[in-house]
C-alpha cells in the first residue's frame, strides 16, 4: 500500500514539471530583495490557486509570505519556499532552487493525501527574507509553525566540494547568529581649525575593528566575527561625529553565539570609553542553530538514490546562518544541502554561483531533492511509530539546547 502512495507522489511531481519549472525559471529571472519579493508571492498565489489549492497571500502578517495548505485533521506537515535575493548578484544563494523543491515536495504529498485519504495536512509556505531580514522570525511570532509536526526544506550548495557520486549532505549544521548595529556618537569640529574641540567617532570604529581583530586569535575554529562600516563620516576636515558599524557573531549555539557576543560587547565599549564617545546597541534579527532531525535526516538518505547523499560531510558545506534555525527550535526540522554545477570559487554568495543555480541540471537535482522530501513527509504523516520517534528525539535534542549544548 505504501508504495502504491510512493508512486503517487512522483507521478504528481513528474505531471506538475511545467509548473515547478515555470516557478523555478521566474524566480530566478526576478531576483527581489527581502520583504520586496511581490512578483514570487504573486506568481505563486497565482499557479497554487489555479491547482484547486487553498491559498492565503500576504499570510501570518508579512506582505510578501504565503500559505497554501491540502488535507484535513491528523498531523500537520510543512514545506518552506524561500525566494529573496541578494543585493547586486541576484540569486547566489539559489533560492529560487529552494522554492521548486518545496513546491514539488508539496504537490507530491498532497496529491498522496487526496488519493489516500487519510488523515493529515501539508502546508506551503513562503518564506521571505531569509538574506538578513528574518521573514521566518516573523512568521513563528505570528504561529506559522504552531503545532507542527515537522518542516523540511533543502539548500543548494557548492557542488565542487563534493567528491564521486556524493550530490548532497543530509545531517548539516549551521551556526547561531547573532547581529547587532552599533553606533557611535562623538562630536563634530573643524579638522584644521580646532581639532581638540572634536570627539571622533570614526576612532571608536577604527579601535573597535582592531580590538575584535585581535579578538579572534582567542575563539574556537567555528566560530567566526565580520562586521561592515555603515557610516564612517562625511567629509575629511570635519570631525565625525555619527558613525555605524553592523557586525554578525556566529557559533555553534545560540547561547555560544551570546557569549561571544558578550567579548565583542567589550571591544565597542572600550573603544568608546577610549575615545570619548557614547555608544548605542541596536539588535537586528538574530538566528539561532539549525538542529537537524536525525531521524529525518536517515528517512531521507533511505529514500535517495543509493551513494548520492552522504549523512554529515563534508560538515562545512553550507557554513553559514539560517533563520531555519529557528523554525528547527519550534518542531523537529530538516535542511539538507545539494550540489550544484560550480567550480571552485563559486560557493554561495558569489556571481558564479547565481549563474549555476539558473541552470536546467541545478533545476533537476531540485527537483530529485524535492521528490525525496516529499516521500520523507509521507512518512511523517502515514507512520505513528516513526512520527512518535522523530518528536521524542526532537523534545530531547531541545533539553540541550536549554542547557547550551
Known sequence: MAQDWSDVIKGEILARNPEIASINKQIH???????EEYKAHDDFVSILK???FDVTPRAFGVETA???????????????AEYDALPGIG????????ASSSFASFLGVAAALKASGIPGRVRLLGTPA???GGGKLKMIASGAYK???ACLMVHPGPGHNLSGSIRGVSYVRMLANVKMRVYFTGRESHAAIAPWDGVNALDAVCLSYNAISMLRQQIHPYERIHGVFRSAGDRPNVTPANCCVEYYVRSETRSGAERL???????????????GCEIRVEPLNSYADVRPNVSLCKAYM????????????PADILAGSTDMGDVCYECPGFHGVFGIGTKEGEANHTKGFAAAAGTDDSFERAKECGMGMALVGWKVLSDDEFAEEMQKEWEQDMKLAAEGK
Open 29 to 35: 529571472e526576478n531576483p527581489e530583495l527581502a520583504y
Open 50 to 52: 489555479s491547482l484547486g
Open 66 to 80: 504565503f500559505s497554501a495548505e491540502s488535507g484535513s485533521g491528523g498531523r500537520l506537515l510543512i514545506f518552506n
Open 91 to 98: 540569486h547566489a544563494c539559489g533560492h529560487n532552487l529552494i
Open 130 to 132: 531569509e538574506e538578513g
Open 147 to 149: 503545532g507542527a509536526a
Open 261 to 275: 557576543w558578550q567579548r565583542v560587547l567589550k571591544c565597542f565599549e572600550g573603544a568608546a570609553l577610549a575615545t
Open 302 to 313: 533511505d529514500v535517495m538514490p543509493e551513494g548520492t547523499v552522504s549523512y554529515s560531510e
